[in-house]
């Protein structure tokens, strides 16, 4: 037989069988139709040996994107530019080449270990434009199901990951009062930048990084992959410098909450439901409340509408909780004697870093990083004074910063000095009148002793913590 005859042949026969189909449709009984379409199919898969896979944009609530869909589409936008025909762009990040992904009805193949497989773009048709539902659907021959399925999808959904987290923008986000809003995180800090002694600086980042790391051990010991941390220290120490350099050591999102204002608990705990994607509470859930959690609501409300240290350890046992990735928490206060113990405890809290006044040390980062300068003769005098006297990085480096083009090292070091003279001269006299004020009061109480520091109770309010709590997450 030539090939036109085997043609010939097969065209009558596919003839024969859609008219045999059409005769089916007519006069075959519904539930007969179905048991026959199942065997049919059965039998089509012999014939048919390829298989198809379909990956959804959106999961059925149509509430998350699918995570494996945005892998696929990272991987095909990195591995399909060179045979893909039409394309989309996308600008990612200022200054920087624009990403392509594979346009709607676009096919490309890939090999995977010798395995060709193909992959196209498709949507649904849209009732509304917003129905739009897309999907992407990988086909491969039957015979290479096990590669396929075993190793190839999970090297397209890491690949997809890796490409994603080298493209992503961080995000700075803030409770602005009661909604995260964000912003792209641009903050130049790095731990080469921040003011601080060398061996301090390092262990932080080491301990970033065993924790960045530490996927298996946090599973194997048991734990949640976790890490909390407490930055405190006078203003302008450093504290939110440092939570900027952390963000950009391990590329991690930074939640900036600033608990003033936070207007009550049902408030934080609303910040906190956005901020790990959890389904919203509906007013059915509101309706569905215990008496007891009705009461407790009632409560809150009386209480004046405040953050209460217990919402907030909530929040935070929250937090860990309920994200499934690693995440960091990084509080920062002025006043750490006054913060709760149960609020700094280990397991909340895994690490305090106390942030200080400007010693030689940090002097000198600051000193490279603003006048780019390793060592000057003043260095010796700068050092006896800031032994002497406290200032802060802040300061210490509004004082180094040139206020003009004109300005040179040498006037920006002398005001420097200058203010750290004043700072020491001010602070002399402050301690000569406060022994003189101590000395009066003695004479006067006749050696009674008073003060009585009473506690308080355990309401954080906000004005007294001055809680600029920030969370970094992953
Ligand atoms: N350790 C430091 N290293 C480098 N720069 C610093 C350091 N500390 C302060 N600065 C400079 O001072 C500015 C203020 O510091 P920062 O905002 O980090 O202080 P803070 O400790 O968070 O203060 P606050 O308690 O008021 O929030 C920074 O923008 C930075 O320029
Ligand atoms: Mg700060």
Same mark, same amino acid.
């Given at each position: 037989?030539?090939?036109?005859?085997?043609?010939?042949?097969?065209?009558?026969?596919?003839?024969?069988?859609?008219?045999?189909?059409?005769?089916?449709?007519?006069?075959?009984?519904?539930?007969?139709?179905?048991?026959?379409?199942?065997?049919?199919?059965?039998?089509?898969?012999?014939?048919?040996?390829?298989?198809?896979?379909?990956?959804?944009?959106?999961?059925?609530?149509?509430?998350?994107?699918?995570?494996?869909?945005?892998?696929?589409?990272?991987?095909?936008?990195?591995?399909?530019?060179?045979?893909? =025909?039409?394309? #989309? +762009?996308?600008? *990612? &990040? %200022?200054?920087?080449?624009?990403?392509? @992904?594979?346009?709607?009805? !676009?096919?490309?193949?890939?090999?995977?270990?010798?395995?060709?497989?193909?992959?196209?773009?498709?949507?649904?048709?849209?009732?509304?434009?917003?129905?739009?539902?897309?999907?992407?659907?990988?086909?491969?021959?039957?015979?290479?199901?096990?590669?396929?399925?075993?190793?190839?999808?999970?090297?397209?959904? =890491?690949?997809? #990951? +890796?490409?994603? *987290? &080298? %493209?992503?923008?961080?995000?700075?986000? @803030?409770?602005?009062?009661? !909604?995260?809003?964000?912003?792209?995180?641009?903050?130049?800090?790095?731990?080469?930048?921040?003011?601080?002694?060398?061996?301090?600086?390092?262990?932080?980042?080491?301990?970033?990084?065993?924790?960045?790391?530490?996927?298996?051990?946090?599973?194997?010991?048991?734990?949640?992959?976790?890490?909390?941390?407490?930055?405190?220290?006078?203003?302008?120490?450093?504290?939110?410098?440092?939570?900027?350099?952390?963000?950009?050591?391990?590329?991690?999102?930074?939640?900036?909450?600033?608990?003033?204002?936070?207007?009550?608990?049902?408030?934080?705990?609303?910040?906190?439901?956005?901020?790990?994607?959890?389904?919203?509470?509906?007013?059915?859930?509101?309706?569905?409340?215990?008496?007891?959690?009705?009461?407790?609501?009632?409560?809150?409300?009386?209480?004046?509408?405040?953050?209460?240290?217990?919402?907030?350890?909530?929040?935070?046992?929250?937090?860990?909780?309920?994200?499934?990735?690693?995440?960091?928490?990084?509080?920062?206060?002025?006043?750490?004697?006054?913060?709760?113990?149960?609020?700094?405890?280990?397991?909340?809290?895994?690490?305090?870093?106390?942030?200080?006044?400007?010693?030689?040390?940090?002097?000198?980062?600051?000193?490279?990083?603003?006048?780019?300068?390793?060592?000057?003769?003043?260095?010796?005098?700068?050092?006896?004074?800031?032994?002497?006297?406290?200032?802060?990085?802040?300061?210490?480096?509004?004082?180094?910063?040139?206020?003009?083009?004109?300005?040179?090292?040498?006037?920006?070091?002398?005001?420097?000095?200058?203010?750290?003279?004043?700072?020491?001269?001010?602070?002399?006299?402050?301690?000569?009148?406060?022994?003189?004020?101590?000395?009066?009061?003695?004479?006067?109480?006749?050696?009674?002793?008073?003060?009585?520091?009473?506690?308080?109770?355990?309401?954080?309010?906000?004005?007294?913590?001055?809680?600029?709590?920030?969370?970094?997450?992953?």
């Amino acid at each position: 037989m030539t090939t036109g005859e085997i043609w010939t042949q097969l065209s009558s026969a596919m003839t024969g069988l859609v008219l045999a189909w059409v005769m089916f449709e007519q006069y075959f009984p519904y539930q007969l139709r179905g048991y026959l379409q199942k065997y049919s199919q059965k039998l089509m898969s012999y014939a048919y040996p390829y298989i198809h896979v379909t990956f959804h944009e959106f999961t059925s609530e149509r509430l998350k994107r699918s995570e494996a869909f945005s892998a696929i589409q990272n991987y095909l936008g990195s591995n399909s530019t060179k045979t893909a =025909k039409r394309l #989309k +762009a996308d600008v *990612v &990040r %200022n200054n920087e080449p624009v990403v392509l @992904t594979m346009d709607d009805y !676009e096919e490309v193949t890939d090999v995977f270990e010798g395995v060709k497989v193909w992959w196209s773009s498709s949507k649904t048709v849209p009732k509304t434009q917003s129905d739009e539902r897309r999907y992407y659907r990988l086909t491969f021959h039957k015979s290479h199901r096990d590669v396929i399925t075993e190793k190839y999808l999970e090297h397209v959904l =890491k690949e997809g #990951k +890796a490409i994603a *987290v &080298r %493209n992503r923008q961080r995000k700075l986000f @803030t409770n602005n009062p009661s !909604e995260w809003s964000h912003v792209v995180f641009e903050h130049p800090a790095t731990f080469d930048t921040l003011a601080m002694e060398t061996k301090k600086k390092e262990d932080i980042k080491k301990d970033l990084t065993k924790f960045s790391k530490g996927k298996d051990y946090y599973a194997k010991i048991g734990k949640a992959w976790k890490r909390g941390y407490l930055l405190y220290g006078p203003p302008g120490t450093g504290k939110s410098t440092m939570i900027s350099a952390m963000a950009n050591f391990l590329d991690y999102d930074v939640y900036d909450l600033e608990l003033t204002t936070v207007k009550d608990n049902s408030e934080l705990r609303k910040l906190l439901i956005e901020t790990t994607g959890q389904r919203k509470k509906t007013e059915k859930d509101d309706d569905d409340k215990s008496d007891k959690k009705k009461k407790e609501a009632e409560d809150e409300r009386k209480s004046g509408s405040k953050v209460t240290l217990s919402g907030l350890l909530n929040f935070i046992d929250g937090l860990w909780s309920a994200c499934g990735g690693e995440r960091i928490i990084v509080f920062t206060t002025n006043y750490v004697d006054k913060l709760d113990p149960a609020l700094i405890r280990r397991g909340r809290m895994d690490k305090h870093i106390e942030l200080s006044y400007c010693c030689f040390e940090a002097f000198k980062v600051l000193a490279k990083n603003y006048l780019e300068l390793k060592s000057h003769e003043t260095f010796g005098k700068i050092e006896e004074l800031l032994g002497e006297t406290k200032m802060t990085p802040a300061d210490v480096a509004e004082n180094l910063m040139p206020r003009s083009d004109e300005e040179d090292e040498e006037e920006c070091l002398k005001r420097l000095i200058e203010g750290l003279e004043t700072a020491k001269e001010e602070a002399r006299k402050k301690a000569e009148e406060e022994a003189v004020s101590k000395a009066e009061k003695a004479d006067k109480e006749g050696g009674e002793t008073s003060s009585q520091v009473a506690k308080e109770n355990c309401e954080i309010s906000a004005e007294e913590a001055k809680e600029n709590g920030v969370i970094a997450g992953g």
